[in-house]
């Protein structure tokens, strides 16, 4: 019998054991909008970082953009039990039907980055993108000595653009004599040069151009500098990345950026999924503030 006792207390202290060491068993799961990006590789790594710390499991899902990837991905984690969902839309609202699924399985979700609409979620974590559009607008209200035509290169279905091209077109209400006379989509690099070029042969008198995002803003500064338009054109993007801040230390054409900051953002998205495991309750909004970079003085 005292042998018996001894495996019973000794199963019973391995089982608690074998609990301890898995209570965080199911983890997290995120499913990022790209790894193209140095933004988001910074994000990611941030994510990674702090999951480590806390020694959390985390599994990185990468949808390349592809809103079918990203669906299957997160139906992914949902097959797989994960206690949180941390989730950057590559689609706004496209994302709408995995964000319930998950919820519907007992799954709380987190958006990073980019926020999703039309459904509740339990935090979202991300730049004041509205904010940083105002920002923009001021300091191409600036630049432009409160005067000229402007363009933007824009990406609808992501709600943090819209949010910086809502706060940008806000602030230059302020300026009536910085008038928009230009607006198209260029999600890629390839593809906001060829909607950059298409929009200075249609306006000829653009003066400046707002970037939804570095890669947009870089693309424009290539296509104003192939038109021979350097000396007029005034170009600012939004995101703050290494080579786009480089640019606008060197690049006459590409005058500021707004800056996020990536790693903040990955850090607290984890920290928040935890404290949702925990049990704790956390904010629903969780903004910031992002910085506005013209050059190596700051």
Known sequence: MKS???MTTLAAATLLACASSSAWADGIGASLLTQQHPFYIELADAMKAEAKAQNVPLEVAIANQDLSKQLADIEDMIV????VLVVSPVDSKGVLPAIQKAQKAGIKVITVDVPAEGVEVLSYVGTDNYKGGEKAGELMAQVLNNKGEVAIINYPTVQSVVSRIDGFKKALEGHPEVKIVAEQTGIT????LAAVQNMLQANPDIDGIFGFGDDAALAAAVAVKSAGLQDKVKVIGFDGMQEARDAVDNDPVMVGVIRQYPDQMGKKAVETA??????????????????VYTGKAQ
């Open 189 to 192: 690099r390839a593809e906001a």
């Open 4 to 6: 018996l006792r001894k």
């Open 80 to 83: 797989k039990g994960v206690d």
């Open 274 to 291: 935890v404290a949702v495991m925990k049990g704790e309750t956390v904010p629903a909004q969780q903004p910031i503030e992002p910085g």
